[in-house]
């Protein structure tokens, strides 16, 4: 391209580009949800093979069957909240921050639960067997969830009436949104469900 | 599909924005990114017992982490989701910018969206990585090259073998859908650039910071456990280890948003008119490629995490005493590592499909049976994975219905033959450079094909498992049909990436080399295998002396084989024959563009009204 010639910036219409984009998450989602399902597989492989009887840890500490519902309660919060948005546009304002705050509580409660893990063996700092180690796994990968959920719920708040873009495809971008936020507590759900499964 | 398009903007070039995209490259990535490694390792380090292994993977991994991270911010990856993040959109200029508008060669060292540049990139790294593990290759042989050799210790011996192995694979990976995946694709279907550009240029970069990574492994005292990294071993190894730890991690993130990238652009943005039956093959090939990649690599990136915990933490995933199994990282890595072995040959088939029709000027023999080809290999490749396991001890009783799922996929890969062989027939192949390789498949791929079978034949198995007969089986499916299909497609398309045509003469005699020495050195391994050599070992019985020294031979040909066609690419890219715009006549629309490729690829985008494979039926 010279200099002294005009030069075309090309978009397609927003339509196409907002299928597009939740095209693109939606792979993406896929490939979370195979690294989801690795975790639970490996969950109830390891809980039905109780190698050496050592599943459980030893002192009987283990998390309560609830623990995992009450990080997913957040997560479908935060979902429900944003799919109402897209719905109902003029309260989308007060619904993305209602997500936003769902998801950073549920990010602070996941924090809290694996800071007060009771099953690290005290003086090696290691964790007693295979269900401590697949329940901070878990708890790790929902704690992913919720970052990165906290990231785009923050970013859809800030941008608000904010952002200068095309109105098609922001709405398009909300659904695209909308997709991640229903897949985090669907994954929540699944994982609330394995680790319900303690003994 | 609605390909719609219209100009939002239409102005003077602008200069470029005086923004902070533009003072960033490589370089600064560099920079923060040995900040933040040294900076993290240094102050993780000032507070830990490092004579505990635990303390030292966990800041050794840390450090390794935070240096791709850091290389991502230095070199601007984080300023496009950071501005989505305040509401402050790229402006076309930006987007103009990050498409190296302009920039001649230093956008090949910046985070540039232009889906030619991020192919070009590949190409490059690529190269660079199968002649690293092709130099790890030959130091290999020549430790073989008799018994009690001392060339190099057992230790390094395994560090060679594991690194070799793994820089490989990951090489192999990308070896076909990265260039020709990035630069030629978009233009085959039309579109003018990849679905998500700055996806394009994330995946580029995240898999250019775990080279360094993997590469300090060597400096960490390697790593002894292959690539496979079966625990316990892996949790048990030293500090190299967290570099293999971290590459795979890193390299995962990487396909998955190409896989996702590649995926999205071919389904959204053909060209008009370029129904699904319309799809140049290779583009269909790469896509299954990605696309099964997608859900098969993140079980790896489970396992690798694991581990990774198990070293630093103290979990006991794989610690039999505390419940874990080494089973596990089994199952997970192989239900990665069987689909990856398709990841790997489809696109390389797909490529020497692409080439068979222009050269013997016919239409491709039943494009149906290759898609049912193609996805049949892709479907059951989900269902076999613990055909790496017979002899593991689990579950003896799945051995039977393992054994017959990996039987069943002679069954789609015969299709690919009959596809390749029903172009050929009674056609006059024009016998240039591309079209040598698709004799060495078809003769390599039967070899490699059958003794799989005999591999996959549970009671075969219990013998040859962990022989040289299965590295030999896996050498002549991965390099023999994979890669000799990635350097067609180099042959290929070289003049569309390059301007210039590929040394015609040194092609050949790298090619020959190549598969002369090729068939030495694995037809040798096959002998020594078949006789009991067992593979990964530094040292072996007199017995298999002949075997063995046939094989470094070969090795060494093959070496001079590489390197004469690196020449040959380094020579003709610098002053090759000036390459016209369509020096095979082919059909396909990345042959209608000029060199160089446009920005935009294309003034006005292309229709389609026809297959892409319409030689010996009248012109339009
Ligand atoms: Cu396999």
Redesign the pocket.
């Given at each position: 391209m010279s200099a002294d010639t005009q030069f075309h910036v090309h978009h397609d219409s927003p339509e196409v580009r907002g299928r597009r984009e939740r095209l693109g998450v939606r792979l993406l989602i896929v490939a979370d949800g195979a690294f989801v399902f690795g975790l639970i597989f490996s969950y109830f492989y390891l809980r039905n093979l109780d190698a050496n009887g050592g599943w459980l840890p030893k002192g009987a500490h283990y998390m309560s069957a609830l623990s995992g519902w009450w990080t997913a309660v957040p997560l479908a919060i935060a979902a429900l909240a944003h799919r109402t948005g897209e719905r109902r546009r003029d309260s989308f304002k007060a619904l993305s921050i209602i997500t936003l705050v769902a998801l950073l509580a549920g990010a602070y409660y996941q924090w809290h639960q694996l800071a007060h893990m009771p099953f690290i063996v005290k003086d090696t700092g290691g964790f007693e067997g295979a269900y401590a180690s697949m329940w901070v796994l878990i708890a790790g990968a929902n704690m992913f969830h919720y970052l990165l959920g906290s990231f785009i719920a923050l970013g859809l708040v800030l941008r608000n009436g904010r952002a200068k873009v095309d109105a098609v495809l922001e709405t398009w971008r909300l659904r695209t949104a909308g997709s991640w936020f229903t897949w985090i507590a669907i994954s929540g759900v699944a994982c609330a469900i394995t680790t319900s499964f303690i003994h | 599909m609605t390909t719609v398009e219209y100009q939002v903007s239409s102005r003077p070039v602008p200069n470029p924005a005086k923004s902070l995209i533009t003072k960033l490259h490589m370089g600064t990535g560099m920079v923060v990114g040995a900040i933040f490694a040294f900076g993290t390792y240094f102050w993780l380090r000032s507070g830990e017992d490092m004579t505990v292994a635990h303390n030292v993977n966990r800041v050794l991994l840390i450090s390794m982490f935070m240096w791709s991270f850091g290389f991502l911010i230095g070199i601007g990856a984080f300023i496009g989701p950071f501005r989505w993040l305040i509401g402050k959109d790229l402006t076309d200029e930006e987007q103009l910018f990050l498409a190296g508008d302009g920039q001649g060669v230093s956008r090949y060292f910046r985070y540039c969206t232009d889906h030619k540049v991020v192919g070009i990139q590949y190409l490059v790294g690529v190269m660079v990585m199968l002649g690293a593990g092709g130099t790890l290759a030959m130091m290999i042989r020549t430790n073989l090259l008799s018994p009690g050799s001392k060339f190099v210790t057992p230790v390094i011996y395994n560090s060679l073998v594991g690194l070799h192995g793994i820089t490989m694979i990951v090489a192999m990976i990308v070896v076909s859908t990265g260039p020709f995946g990035n630069f030629i694709l978009p233009i085959m279907i039309g579109a003018r650039d990849m679905a998500f550009p700055r996806l394009n240029a994330l995946s580029w970069w995240v898999l250019f910071t775990a080279i360094p990574v993997l590469c300090s492994a060597w400096f960490l005292g390697g790593i002894p456990t292959g690539w496979t990294a079966y625990a316990p071993l892996s949790v048990q190894a030293g500090p190299g280890m967290n570099a293999f730890i971290a590459t795979i991690i890193i390299f995962a993130i990487s396909t998955a948003v190409a896989g996702a990238n590649i995926t999205a652009t071919v389904v959204t943005m053909r060209a008009k008119g370029m129904k699904w039956n319309r799809v140049p093959i290779f583009v269909v090939g790469a896509t299954m490629s990605v696309a099964l990649a997608i859900p098969a690599f993140p079980t790896f990136m489970v396992s690798m995490i694991m581990t990774a915990l198990d070293r630093t933490v103290n979990t006991t995933f794989f610690d039999a005493n505390f419940g874990g199994s080494g089973w596990l990282y089994a199952h997970l890595f192989?239900i990665m590592?069987?689909p990856e072995?398709y990841v790997i040959l489809i696109p390389g088939v797909a490529i020497l499909m692409e080439i068979v029709p222009v050269f013997v000027r016919k239409p491709l023999f039943s494009y149906n049976a290759a898609i049912l080809g193609f996805a049949g290999i892709s479907g059951l490749?989900g269902l076999?994975?613990a055909?790496?396991m017979y002899m593991s001890g689990w579950l003896p009783l799945l051995n039977g219905p393992f054994m017959i799922t990996?039987e069943m996929i002679s069954v789609p890969t015969g299709l690919i033959f009959l596809v390749i062989l029903g172009t050929l027939w009674r056609g006059k192949p024009w016998m240039k450079l591309p079209m040598l390789s698709v004799y060495a498949f078809l003769w390599n791929m039967l070899i490699g094909g059958i003794t799989g079978v005999y591999l996959s034949d549970v009671p075969a198995d219990n013998y040859l498992h962990g022989s040289m007969y299965v590295t030999a089986h896996f050498h002549y499916t991965l390099m023999g049909a994979a890669l000799t299909g990635a350097i067609a497609g180099l042959a290929y398309w070289f003049p569309k990436m390059t301007g210039r045509m590929l040394h015609e003469k040194a092609g050949y005699t790298a090619f020959w080399f190549t598969q002369i020495g090729f068939q030495i050195l694995f037809l040798g391994m096959f002998i020594a295998g078949a006789e009991g050599q067992p593979r990964r070992v530094a040292d072996y019985a007199h017995t298999y002396a002949t075997s063995d020294r046939i094989s470094t031979i070969g090795a060494y040909l093959i070496g001079i084989g590489m390197i004469t066609l690196l020449w040959a690419v380094i020579h003709s890219w610098r002053k090759g024959d000036v390459a016209p715009q369509n020096p095979w006549g082919a059909k396909t629309l990345e042959w209608t563009v000029p060199f160089p490729v446009p920005l935009e690829n294309f003034d006005e985008l292309p229709v389609i009204t026809s297959d892409p494979y319409g030689y010996g039926r009248s012109e339009k």
């Open positions: - | 192989w590592g069987h072995v490749s076999v994975w055909h790496h990996t």
